[in-house]
């Protein structure tokens, strides 16, 4: 097999080809129509493309098989089969990743883990909840909201994306100003190693310094390494009053003044601050067609949310910042919502710049972490460079269409998003390694939270030194020394 998506990459001999028998084994063990699509004998094209293709359509595999496992033994049984015939895997959660990383590029079998969804148990005390790697997000976002909890991440594709996949990834998202990343906030966790070994280490506790801290190696492996089964989460108390508030601003250099002001300002209440440019918001605008909510267009637009335990207080405490910021015209307009509905929508302008700046044809996605100072000149260089060569306008013939700036300005996670018209090798070859060399140059991240999958394979060097990528690939042949875990990936 070689690839017409990725050329130069080719299938590597080592691994085994599926054969009846291997099926009827996966049949027999998981039982059940619906915990196996099998398209090895042809047909069950339509079955097969959800989890061939990525969320974004830019990667697609070739595999054939897809099994869904019931429960750790049906992991640990499939894992060790595998292993023992040499049949690489590729674990896959919602299939909501950013890079490429949970489809196959050839063969690989899919271990999809949607039926491997149960919540477990939930302490009201300590506030650590028990769960299958499968449950989608928002499903136990909401479980706990029931008990006065919360789910310390929060991110866009929430509806579709399951705990486990974003354990792998080591997600950030929305809550982490406030919250902290999961490599603090996973306490526990059970997975299969590639030999089928069950490496239980579901502690439920804050602190426990036995050793070296294993699973940490799960949290963003993007599962190389293993397949998390189950989760121990530390989810904090959910504020009684959550406000947020929307404003506009003239410059890049006003909405650092205006972060710097809202920890000063806001300090411990302080839970989200976003920052997105005005493209963005027009493009959100021309999806959802929605009304704006400020009137007027600004450069500039940032959302700031603060969660504390005194709803009045709290939107007080914001008002005054916003009249503030406004007296000394860090911002030009802002407005504060009233009412959760109002906060919904004003979230909104945020969350949905990823699902429409993908309508008109393909993105080029790059999200980095770069120190703030320098953050959004990143974004003014790429649109001079695709000006210069000419590959950006309002015509068909250009394959730009906009380039854009928006992200987690509170963790100095910017996303560059470029939209294209159509994907087109002159634009790639414009942007990398230009991209990764320009946050090499500000000792930035190639990766802040989407993880490297395919789409940043060749660019690691970028991010991390050669013995550390060496230890690296030291860990990976530990644990998986026959290379079946995710292949052709980042290691
Ligand atoms: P998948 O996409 O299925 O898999 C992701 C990776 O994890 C793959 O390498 C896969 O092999 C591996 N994997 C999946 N499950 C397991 C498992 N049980 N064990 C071992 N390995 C596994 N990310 C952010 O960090 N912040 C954001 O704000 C954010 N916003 C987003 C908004 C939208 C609309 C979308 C589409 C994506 C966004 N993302 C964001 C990307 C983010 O990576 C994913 O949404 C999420 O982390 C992936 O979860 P998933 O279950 O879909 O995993």
Same mark, same amino acid.
């Given at each position: 097999?070689?690839?017409?998506?990725?050329?130069?990459?080719?299938?590597?001999?080592?691994?085994?080809?599926?054969?009846?028998?291997?099926?009827?084994?996966?049949?027999?063990?998981?039982?059940?129509?619906?915990?196996?699509?099998?398209?090895?004998?042809?047909?069950?094209?339509?079955?097969?493309?959800?989890?061939?293709?990525?969320?974004?359509?830019?990667?697609?595999?070739?595999?054939?098989?897809?099994?869904?496992?019931?429960?750790?033994?049906?992991?640990?049984?499939?894992?060790?089969?595998?292993?023992?015939?040499?049949?690489?895997?590729?674990?896959?959660?919602?299939?909501?990743?950013?890079?490429?990383?949970?489809?196959?590029?050839?063969?690989?079998?899919?271990?999809?883990?949607?039926?491997?969804?149960?919540?477990?148990?939930?302490?009201?005390?300590?506030?650590?909840?028990?769960?299958?790697?499968?449950?989608?997000?928002?499903?136990?976002?909401?479980? *706990?909201?029931?008990?006065?909890?919360?789910?310390?991440?929060?991110?866009?594709?929430?509806?579709?994306?399951?705990? =486990?996949?974003?354990?792998?990834?080591?997600?950030? =998202? *929305?809550?982490?100003?406030?919250?902290?990343?999961?490599?603090?906030?996973?306490?526990?966790?059970?997975?299969?190693?590639?030999?089928?070994?069950?490496?239980?280490?579901?502690?439920?506790?804050?602190?426990?310094?036995?050793?070296?801290?294993?699973?940490? *190696?799960?949290?963003?492996?993007?599962?190389?390494?293993?397949?998390?089964?189950?989760?121990?989460?530390?989810?904090?108390?959910?504020?009684?009053?959550?406000?947020?508030?929307?404003?506009?601003?003239?410059?890049?250099?006003?909405?650092?003044?205006?972060?710097?002001?809202?920890?000063?300002?806001?300090?411990?209440?302080?839970?989200?601050?976003?920052?997105?440019?005005?493209?963005?918001?027009?493009?959100?605008?021309?999806?959802?067609?929605?009304?704006?909510?400020?009137?007027?267009?600004?450069?500039?637009?940032?959302?700031?949310?603060?969660?504390?335990?005194?709803?009045?207080?709290?939107?007080?405490?914001?008002?005054?910042?916003?009249?503030?910021?406004?007296?000394?015209?860090?911002?030009?307009?802002?407005?504060?919502?009233?009412?959760?509905?109002?906060?919904?929508?004003?979230?909104?302008?945020?969350?949905?710049?990823?699902?429409?700046?993908?309508?008109?044809?393909?993105?080029?996605?790059?999200?980095?972490?770069?120190?703030?100072?320098?953050? +959004?000149?990143?974004?003014?260089?790429?649109?001079?460079?695709?000006?210069?060569? =000419?590959?950006? =306008?309002?015509?068909?013939?250009?394959?730009?269409?906009? &380039?854009?700036?928006?992200?987690?300005?509170?963790?100095?996670?910017?996303?560059?998003?470029?939209?294209?018209?159509?994907?087109?090798?002159? &634009?790639?070859?414009?942007?990398?390694?230009?991209?990764?060399?320009?946050?090499?140059?500000?000792?930035?991240?190639?990766?802040?939270?989407?993880?490297?999958?395919?789409?940043?394979?060749?660019?690691?060097?970028?991010?991390?030194?050669?013995?550390?990528?060496?230890?690296?690939?030291?860990?990976?042949?530990?644990?998986?020394?026959?290379?079946?875990?995710?292949?052709?990936? +980042?290691?």
């Amino acid at each position: 097999l070689t690839s017409e998506t990725y050329p130069g990459l080719a299938r590597d001999a080592k691994y085994a080809s599926l054969t009846a028998d291997d099926v009827a084994y996966f049949k027999n063990l998981l039982g059940g129509e619906q915990a196996v699509i099998d398209g090895t004998t042809g047909g069950a094209e339509d079955d097969l493309k959800p989890f061939n293709e990525d969320w974004m359509h830019k990667y697609r595999g070739q595999g054939r098989l897809v099994l869904k496992p019931g429960s750790t033994e049906d992991v640990s049984q499939i894992l060790k089969y595998c292993n023992d015939r040499k049949l690489a895997v590729v674990p896959q959660g919602g299939n909501t990743g950013l890079v490429g990383g949970s489809v196959p590029i050839f063969d690989e079998i899919i271990i999809n883990m949607s039926r491997m969804n149960q919540i477990h148990s939930f302490d009201e005390v300590s506030g650590s909840l028990v769960l299958d790697a499968g449950c989608i997000l928002e499903v136990a976002d909401q479980y *706990l909201a029931e008990r006065g909890y919360i789910f310390p991440l929060d991110l866009g594709a929430k509806g579709s994306c399951h705990v =486990g996949g974003t354990v792998a990834t080591n997600a950030g =998202g *929305l809550r982490l100003l406030r919250y902290g990343s999961l490599h603090g906030n996973v306490l526990g966790m059970e997975a299969v190693l590639p030999d089928g070994t069950v490496m239980n280490d579901l502690c439920a506790l804050r602190k426990n310094n036995t050793g070296y801290d294993l699973k940490q *190696l799960f949290i963003g492996g993007e599962g190389t390494i293993g397949i998390i089964t189950k989760l121990v989460i530390q989810c904090p108390q959910r504020s009684a009053a959550v406000n947020v508030a929307y404003f506009g601003l003239e410059s890049y250099e006003k909405a650092q003044l205006a972060f710097r002001e809202a920890k000063k300002q806001l300090g411990e209440i302080l839970s989200a601050f976003e920052l997105m440019d005005s493209r963005t918001q027009q493009i959100v605008h021309k999806i959802k067609g929605e009304e704006r909510p400020l009137e007027g267009e600004h450069p500039f637009y940032c959302l700031i949310e603060t969660s504390g335990s005194n709803g009045d207080h709290d939107y007080e405490k914001l008002e005054k910042f916003l009249e503030d910021v406004l007296t000394k015209e860090i911002v030009v307009d802002g407005v504060v919502a009233q009412g959760e509905g109002q906060a919904k929508a004003l979230w909104s302008w945020r969350e949905s710049i990823t699902e429409c700046i993908g309508h008109g044809g393909g993105v080029y996605k790059y999200d980095v972490s770069i120190p703030l100072a320098e953050m +959004y000149s990143l974004v003014e260089d790429v649109k001079a460079r695709m000006g210069e060569a =000419g590959l950006i =306008g309002e015509t068909e013939e250009h394959p730009v269409s906009a &380039v854009v700036g928006y992200g987690h300005m509170g963790d100095s996670n910017l996303h560059l998003n470029v939209a294209v018209r159509r994907y087109d090798a002159k &634009v790639e070859e414009a942007l990398e390694p230009f991209v990764y060399e320009w946050i090499e140059k500000r000792n930035g991240s190639i990766s802040a939270e989407h993880g490297l999958g395919l789409a940043k394979k060749k660019y690691v060097q970028y991010s991390r030194n050669e013995t550390v990528i060496g230890l690296m690939k030291q860990i990976k042949k530990l644990y998986d020394p026959n290379g079946i875990m995710n292949p052709y990936k +980042y290691i």
